[in-house]
């Protein structure tokens, strides 16, 4: 089962997509994001091409379980996206997932400039490998 991961941002949106058998979570692309409308049907293109059975939201809430800003531009990013597809659009907790973004391109030796860049696509990464990895039963991430 191919699954795609939206790490939703304010202005950049990153995108993971499973391998075919759901167990390895690698980047696809980041996406500038304008409007929910607009980011939602690309959304959507994509998964159609790559034949995607599956969507996964990154979320994450306040240390007492309440809406954050984050949370609430996920929500409305995810009702956008299930306006235009019968998919399956699920939320997962994305706590800390770009920190351990960063601290992946740390250990793999990623130049200081190189690692200014957006780590979206990698955060989306993470999201999709720690739901694959529940999916299997696996604990790690």
């Known amino acids: ?3 795609l991961a939206i790490d939703p941002g304010e202005k950049r949106v990153g995108l993971a997509l499973s391998d075919p058998t759901g167990t390895i ?3 696809l692309l980041v996406l500038s994001h304008t409007a929910y409308d607009e980011t939602a049907t690309r959304i959507v293109h994509l998964a ?7 969507i996964i ?3 994450t809430l306040g240390p007492d ?16 996206i299930r306006s235009r597809t019968a998919l399956l659009v699920e939320f997962w907790d994305e706590t800390g997932s770009t920190q351990i973004a960063r ?3 740390l250990a793999l030796g990623v130049s200081r400039k190189k690692r200014s860049g957006h780590l979206d696509e990698i955060a989306a990464t993470v999201i999709l490998q ?12």
């Not at 159609?48 to 599956?54: D, F, L, N, Q």
């Not at 949370?71 to 990013?77: D, K």
């Open 65 to 80: 379980g309440e809406s954050t800003p984050a949370s609430r531009r996920a929500r409305r990013l995810a009702g956008a």
């Open 25 to 27: 979570a690698n980047p």
């Open 103 to 105: 601290a992946a391109r």
């Open 48 to 54: 159609t091409e790559h034949a995607v059975e599956k």
């Open 57 to 59: 939201v990154g979320h």
């Open 1 to 3: 089962m191919r699954i």
């Open 130 to 141: 720690s739901y694959l990895n529940h999916l299997h039963g696996d604990p790690f991430f």
